[in-house]
């Protein structure tokens, strides 16, 4: 595939959406299927998971990611096609930075929606789904302009691993967190079912 090209964009975002959506159906009944610290952010925030569970998933999200990340760059070093580095040429950091908030934002919105138990929805195959489509739906949007991180484990683990951390690679990592807080006002006021 070639970059740049609309389906070089929907062939990530949909690896990237049934991906997520098949790893937080599988890891729901252990974790609840946490896999980004954004999401778990906001579900501390919440009061769904606890400060020490949510530490031990963070923690655990990042050595996992260190972890994949070193066995992809032992598999191919240095390759950005494999899984790209997170990075913005064309925005301004401020752009980049409302970008990746707007997306997590969007993530965090979905999975307190999907998991809220007043919405009368057994725990199924359909709440990963509706999470996954939200990643992918993000990815699409986000590609071509910050490669998509929504996620702080994401953003930053292969920018690292790869040796090209930066100042941007501090907006992937704080831009998530600023987005899942801004989603719990926003669930509570208008999408909370009463």
Aim: charged share 5%; with cysteine; hydrophobic share 50%.
């Amino acid at each position: 595939l070639e970059n740049n090209s609309p389906t070089y964009y929907l062939t990530i975002a949909c690896a990237f959406g049934f991906g997520i959506g098949g790893i937080v159906h599988v890891l729901a009944a252990t974790s609840g299927g946490h896999v980004n610290p954004a999401v778990t952010w906001a579900l501390l925030l919440d009061g769904r998971v606890s400060g020490v569970r949510a530490l031990f998933y963070i923690v655990a999200q990042f050595i996992g990611g260190f972890a994949g990340a070193g066995v992809l760059y032992g598999v191919n070093p240095v390759n950005d096609k494999i899984a790209g580095l997170n990075e913005y040429s064309n925005l301004a950091t401020g752009q980049a930075f409302v970008l990746e908030a707007l997306g997590t934002l969007f993530l965090a919105l979905t999975v307190l929606c999907t998991i809220h138990e007043r919405r009368g929805h057994a725990p199924s195959y359909l709440q990963p789904f509706a999470i996954g489509i939200s990643i992918l739906v993000m990815h699409i949007w986000l590609i071509p302009h910050t490669n998509c991180g929504i996620n702080p484990v994401r953003g930053t683990v292969w920018n690292i691993v790869n040796g090209y951390a930066s100042l941007q690679t501090l907006v992937f990592l704080f831009a998530p967190l600023v987005g899942s807080t801004l989603s719990l006002p926003l669930f509570h006021l208008f999408l909370k079912p009463r």
